[in-house]
């Protein structure tokens, strides 16, 4: 992925009342006289009583001490912003309130800034996750950050000032000021978001992976470092789990799954994924961990969604066609890329459904003590080494696809339901976004159901907190889908070996 | 003053309901399985609501960050305290639940350490407060703040260091910890309040002197650097104007001023003195700048009540006797000294009514350019300088003095009484616990009222913070006091030069 464009929300419907949880008043105070003895927070507070009918029983400290220059400065006429009972900011008037909702991912974070009162979209932006120099998942992380205490700082502050930096530019692409953010929400897995709140991870490494907290958080922008308005408060979107975090919850509640009677899959796919079964408007949960092969990672020419990625791959008659992002030389494959590789592969018999690859085929030839499969070869390249598939490869994304197949199945059996009962199935995620739906389920990483029953949304978590960034309604509704979702547990499966071992095998029908 | 037996709270009543904001419960958690999803914040606040019936809202996000590792090292029986909905502090079994109180003066900080449960009074100390080499007052503090920010930061810091050395001296005297303090209340003028809270200063240092904030305030202890637990809040008694702040609030509460009928006096003397005057039940204040010369600053021998220190005078018959703190050799002249001398002087002639002291005196006599009065000569302090008043001095304290008996008379005349109409006058602060309030009378810096009309109450303002501390009831009504007094502006007041000059003649009939 690069740039916005590639992560704009698609798909999702957003015909819902914005409800903004911050509001702006304009107000007018007179100056103060030697004969009154009231503070200046309190006449400020008056005026927003007599002039609005708006009670603040509280103002930010950080507001309270920015106030009295401010106001004199404006000569006693300015915006006070009001979330519920807390007066947060002061603004010169006409200032815009901006919102800024964050999806921190455990590769990629996506801002959005957005109108806190129109509810408009301003800007969107996505930086990869520094954090990756600590471990490419979730598990790795955690371990890093367990090292030493000042290890789990500099990992929270990677990704901390990743998200001020683009919150920034979000801000400077519309000749803004970060100063101008008044609310933020944030979803992340529920490890991305005990570390940004600094939350201890111990219990969250080891079973059973207990969240320090699961229920939405409201915290204080500074308390976590967040370089925006002084008094705004953070929207942490509730866990579900210690492996289902309010990215989920988010998703759920952006493709409205959590309002479906189904019974309808939806699922997250990233480093880990993520997967909700609806049935009779009950929802249980999984977590996969998928791991980054079909992000470019563990897979020897694999590469993310970049210019000269190659995206798209057919073999026909042993020949092979395949396109890039932006039409150019390839120079590595990105996973969406490498599904159809594998697909292909698969149906032209050149691996069979245990993952082997034919050693007799033209293109495929022994390197070092592994077969590989030539897509783009040296001449072709001009001299330089050829893009391959590896064995190797072909095991990693074995184990990918049945992670997350093996959660569709646990769902199924916990529900008492075969794949065919299901209605929709629900694909979330940058790459689940450009996969070829037809590639998935040839290799049965998906259930094969009919095209049709299949809606790519893109980034469905980015959205719901775009959603709940403008709405204490949709914040109302991600808790309470967070408090009703059922998790379950992999490890607790009877059966859980036994499925991850059939998940592996490629072809349509494998169960 | 040196230690804490000299700052105990005298002829106070105390007869009230402790009604603990902050509240300890013993909780027992089932620990974690595979089969639950819930966070640990989630299965303790279960636990409180099933076991205690308290319904807690939410958590701080340092208590959170504590939660996991505590209850598990506690294999899952702990304290967890509760304030309002919110969960503040998570304890070991058996942890006390400590209070503390802060009389931010000036010139001294007081300190008291509480049970939060009991209310019972476990420790007291005071320190000086170290922001005096910043200026002796408020106004030289608010310009040396106002030089940068730097400069006002630092001001900060020195009062906070104070009170975090304070906090745990009075920890370490009863074997505990300032981990256990879970409260504070901190009381002082206006000006100490803002320092403390890093709020800004200009608009109070200039007409119409305008505090940023009146309102009592609960901010988080770790927000203002207070090194206690981590959760815990400090509230901040409200202040009533620029220059009557919460420590007057608390003294009006704590001697019961407020609920009197009057016409009663409550006034609080120390480098700044507050004085209230309560008729009908209507409370009037004032405040004015009396300077340090009660607290021995701008005296040529004047020094704080310590030991060796002048605390009695009396002259007869051209002799002077004296009596020192703890009996020893005398240094110095403290307060309620030096009050004393000036009081014998006026008496026996050797000070004139306009504060000119007499030449022809066998004790008075020119050093440099100004008569001075000895007290002890050089022989009797072997050899060492003699202990004087000097003319110079006399003035000091005809200003100091003058400018009490101005608040009160700008009180009376507001309120169309005269001082004969005083049924009760309170007097409250360390200086005015030691003086002799007939030589106060004798000069004229308390009105001719018969002596069993005055009541000395000692640090009024400290026991203020002490029951707030211990009762929302009493934060309440403090609040409700702040609000209902009106501020006299002595600027205001149209005969405020003619009286000021009238009340630094000396004698008990100047009005």
Chains 1, 2 share one sequence.
């Not at 974070?109 to 930086?127: E, T, W």
């Not at 920034?168 to 953010?181: E, H, Q, V």
């Not at 049945?402 to 339901?417: E, F, H």
Request: charged share 20%.
């Amino acid at each position: 992925m690069t740039g916005a464009q590639r992560i704009a929300v698609e798909g999702v419907k957003t015909d819902f009342v914005v409800d903004p949880v911050v509001r702006p008043y304009q107000v007018r105070v007179l100056p103060p006289a030697l004969s009154q003895s009231s503070g200046d927070a309190e006449r400020v507070m008056a005026a927003l009583d007599q002039q609005h009918h708006i009670h603040c029983a509280r103002i930010d400290t950080d507001v309270l001490r920015l106030l009295s220059p401010r106001v004199r400065a404006w000569h006693w006429e300015f915006q006070a912003v009001v979330r519920d009972d807390e007066m947060i900011a002061i603004q010169h008037r006409g200032s815009r309130q901006l919102g800024l909702s964050i999806d921190l991912g455990t590769t990629k974070i996506a801002g959005y800034l957005l109108d806190l009162v129109s509810g408009q979209s301003l800007a969107v932006g996505a930086l990869m996750n520094p954090q990756i120099n600590y471990g490419e998942d979730i598990i790795s992380r955690i371990s890093s950050s367990s090292q030493s205490a000042a290890q789990a700082s500099q990992l929270q502050a990677s990704a901390l000032e990743a998200i001020n930096e683009l919150a920034a530019g979000l801000c400077a692409k519309i000749k803004n000021s970060a100063d101008n953010i008044l609310e933020a929400t944030i979803v992340g897995n529920t490890a991305m978001h005990h570390i940004l709140l600094r939350l201890p991870l111990d219990q969250l490494a080891k079973a059973p992976y207990v969240p320090a907290v699961t229920s939405s958080l409201d915290v204080k922008a500074r308390d976590i470092g967040l370089a925006v308005s002084p008094g705004a408060y953070v929207h942490m979107l509730p866990n579900i789990a210690g492996f289902v975090g309010g990215d989920h919850v988010a998703m759920l509640l952006s493709t409205r799954a959590d309002e479906a009677e189904g019974p309808l899959i939806a699922m997250d796919i990233g480093t880990n994924t993520e997967v909700s079964l609806v049935k009779d408007g009950k929802i249980t949960a999984v977590s996969c961990a998928s791991g980054p092969a079909f992000e470019g990672g563990h897979i020897r020419d694999g590469m993310r969604a970049a210019p000269g990625a190659i995206e798209r791959v057919w073999i026909e008659n042993n020949a092979v066609r395949y396109e890039t992002i932006g039409d150019l030389s390839p120079i590595g494959i990105c996973g969406s890329g490498i599904l159809d590789a594998m697909a292909q592969l698969y149906t032209a018999g050149i691996v069979n459904h245990r993952g082997r690859m034919d050693g007799n085929h033209p293109r495929v030839r022994q390197h070092g003590n592994q077969r590989e499969f030539v897509l783009v070869g040296e001449t072709e390249r001009e001299g330089k080494p050829p893009i391959v598939i590896t064995q190797q490869d072909i095991r990693e994304l074995q184990l990918a696809k049945g992670a997350m197949r093996t959660g569709i199945q646990v769902l199924l059996r916990a529900n008492a339901l075969s794949y065919a009962d299901i209605d929709e199935v629900i694909i979330a995620g940058a790459f689940g976004t450009y996969i070829d739906v037809a590639s998935a389920i040839a290799i049965g990483m998906l259930p094969p159901l009919s095209l049709d029953r299949f809606r790519q949304v893109g980034n469905a978590a980015g959205m719901g907190a775009k959603m709940t960034l403008i709405s204490g309604g949709k914040r109302r509704q991600a808790q309470a889908i967070a408090a009703r979702v059922g998790y379950v547990e992999l490890a607790t499966d009877a059966e859980f070996s036994k499925t991850f071992a059939q998940s592996m095998y490629l072809g349509p029908e494998i169960f």
